[in-house]
Every structure is written in C-alpha cells, then in structure tokens.
C-alpha cells in the first residue's frame, strides 16, 4: 500500500483529489488542512506521495517540501507535488529542488492520474 497526503486548505480541492486516489487499489490516503497539521501527519507517518498546497492559512505549505527533503532519515522520500493557483514556477525557483513536480490549479483530472499511476510503478 502507498501512503497519500493530501495538503489544501480548500477542502473541495482535498475531497476530489482524494476520491480520484481512493478510486484505484492500493493507496492509503491522509490529509491536513494546514502546515501544523501536515507537520504532525508527516512525523507520524511515512509518505510515498505528497500533494502541497503553496497558501496555507497558517503558512506556506511548500515549506513542507523543504522540512521532508532536508530530512529523508525521519520523513522517507516521497514524490512531492506543489500545487498553487496563484504561483507560478520556473526551474530558477529556489523551492523547486524541494518538490518533484509542479501542478498549476485548476488541474486537470488526467494529469492527477498520471501522477498516481507514477506512484503505482
């Protein structure tokens, strides 16, 4: 089984991308609302893939990214996915090296299911 966080502060963004991972076999999925929440999730448990958020109301999410990637002993390695719909990135973005990929919001339902088949290989 893999194990999915999902971190939004929307919850209809955490509710969808949920049911489509719930949809397929073998995935355990978690999610938090926020940084603390995802800190404490992320300290409990081992991920294989992580969905981040970039606003949090209590923070930035993508700090997330960087707390996993500094500390792969403690949190593993997992695929990290930061999400924004008001960022954009490019490859000269200092936070990129702490995240596998980039997904602009609205995303597109295909395109989450190619990042869930990736985890499934």
Same mark, same amino acid.
């Given at each position: 089984m893999s194990n999915v966080l999902i971190v939004d502060d929307d919850s209809g963004v955490r509710t969808l991308i949920s049911a489509i991972i719930r949809h397929k076999d073998g995935f355990n999925v978690s999610e938090a609302s926020s940084v603390a929440e995802a800190e404490v999730s992320c300290t409990a448990n081992k991920y294989d893939l992580v969905f981040l958020d970039h606003h949090l109301h209590d923070g930035i999410g993508w700090d997330i990214a960087k707390m996993i990637s500094l500390d792969t002993q403690k949190y593993g390695n997992p695929r990290i996915i930061a999400m924004s719909g008001s960022v954009i990135t490019n490859n000269n973005?200092? #936070?990129?090296?702490?995240?596998? $990929?980039?997904?602009?919001?609205?995303?597109?339902?295909?395109?989450?299911? #190619?990042?869930?088949?990736?985890? $499934?290989?």
């Open positions: 973005d200092d #936070s990129r090296k702490y995240y596998s $990929q980039f997904i602009s919001k609205p995303f597109n339902i295909s395109e989450l299911n #190619s990042i869930i088949e990736g985890v $499934q290989a």
